[in-house]
């Protein structure tokens, strides 16, 4: 059974650095391409970034290029994002989604809350 699991979301002040993570179970996350895909409140999925595999290529959103750096660990099976220098507009549910042989999203896991504040 395909799982996504998010953890590593809370409050953090602007400037200040999170690291989210992303646990797969039922498959491995070398073998898919997956996504870490945003929400702020009151607004529509924003697209962050993208790892093609594991240590492979990686795609990011302007708004946090620089910033946001995505990886992954095989011998976890869990993808990551780390969050530097953090903004307001940072502030959102955060999702990890794999991307299915399709291109398109095929599992999601269940969103973790970032919230930026002073």
């Known amino acids: 059974q395909v799982q996504l699991v998010e953890s590593g979301g809370g409050l953090v002040q602007p400037g200040g650095s999170l690291r989210l993570s992303c646990a797969a179970s039922?498959?491995?996350?070398?073998?898919?391409?997956m996504s870490w895909v945003r929400q702020a409140p009151g607004k529509g999925l924003e697209w962050v970034s993208d790892i093609k595999s594991i240590g492979g290529i990686t795609w990011y959103a302007d708004s946090v290029k620089g910033r946001f750096t995505i990886s992954g660990d095989n011998a976890k099976n869990t993808w990551y994002l780390q969050m530097d220098s953090m903004k307001p507009e940072d502030t959102a549910v955060y999702y990890c989604?794999?991307?299915?042989?399709?291109?398109?999203?095929?599992?999601w896991g269940q969103g973790t809350q970032v919230t930026v504040s002073s």
């Open positions: 039922g498959f491995s996350v070398n073998n898919y391409a």
């Open positions: 989604a794999r991307i299915g042989v399709g291109g398109g999203y095929d599992y």
